[in-house]
């Protein structure tokens, strides 16, 4: 087991993160737009269609975790691993065989967070892109909302409407991606969620005049959204950050 000092507390590798609830909206975005945005860390979308990328906005509440208790918000693209082949020839179900065929993962490329120690641990044990913001998360209600704001300006407002049950399942093992300083790392996790709830659309999302706004408004939001979901009660284990050789070219 790793470990680390962090503001002068040890924490432990694998962290535990014993109880949280995370709410997403999954969004279709052109393709080459999103590619646009990831151009910096060398990593390449999946197609989910031809022509189109999933991209995810994730806000949590960690109640429980070795990092204390936080909230946090994630722009998230579904990616290629950097070690598989070529993408398949394009067609209704390509993004189906890429992902069965070679894998994926999430690449994270905002974090922000509201506490200072998950942000230093997230910075300096895995490179994950963490900023200080302010974010007003909402759970209380059927309707779960999260009101982000940065450096004083609306990033946006999302509402997550309820979805209907499903099961719950066992550890489901993922591959995160980050790109941190010029170094993008991949970082394993497992996660073990209860409480799940999804429907397909079911977010209202309002952009404000920050940036990180205008960034997802050129990638087509507002928008329907694909789906959206919630998990009432969920723990984890995140393990240690292995930087990938070197950065590839999208598409290559």
């Known amino acids: 087991m790793a470990s680390h000092l962090i503001l002068g507390r040890r924490v432990d590798i694998p962290l535990e993160i014993r109880d949280a609830t995370v ?18 860390s060398g990593m390449d ?3 989910l269609l031809p022509g189109k990328a999933a991209c995810s906005l994730v806000f949590a509440a960690y109640r429980d975790s ?6 946090e918000f994630g722009v998230l693209f579904l990616v290629r691993p950097p070690e598989a082949q070529a993408p398949p020839p394009r067609g209704p179900l390509a993004g189906v065989r890429d992902m069965r065929g070679s894998g994926f993962g999430t690449f994270v490329h905002w974090l922000p967070v509201d506490r200072r120690l998950t942000l230093e641990a997230g910075r300096s044990i895995w490179g994950f892109p963490k900023e200080l913001a302010e974010i007003d998360v909402r759970l209380d209600t059927p309707y779960k909302r ?3 704001r940065k ?4 990033v946006l407002d999302l509402l997550i409407r309820p979805g209907i049950p499903l099961p719950g399942t066992g550890p489901i093992p993922m591959e995160a991606y980050a790109h941190l300083d010029g170094v993008t790392r991949r970082v394993p996790w497992s996660m073990r969620p209860r409480g799940i709830r999804a429907r397909l659309g079911g977010a209202l999302i309002r952009l404000g005049n920050h940036p990180v706004a205008k960034e997802l408004s050129e990638l087509g939001l507002p928008k329907r959204a694909l789906m959206t979901s919630s998990i009432s ?18 598409g290559a």
């Open 23 to 40: 709410c997403s909206a999954t969004y279709l975005v052109r393709a080459d737009a999103a590619r646009a945005v990831l151009a910096y």
């Open 233 to 250: 009660h969920l723990s984890m284990s995140v393990g240690e950050a292995r930087p990938l050789p070197s950065p590839r070219s999208p």
């Open 45 to 47: 979308v999946t197609e």
């Open 151 to 154: 450096d004083g300006r609306l």
């Open 66 to 71: 070795a990092l204390e208790s936080y909230h």
């Open 146 to 148: 999260c009101i982000l």
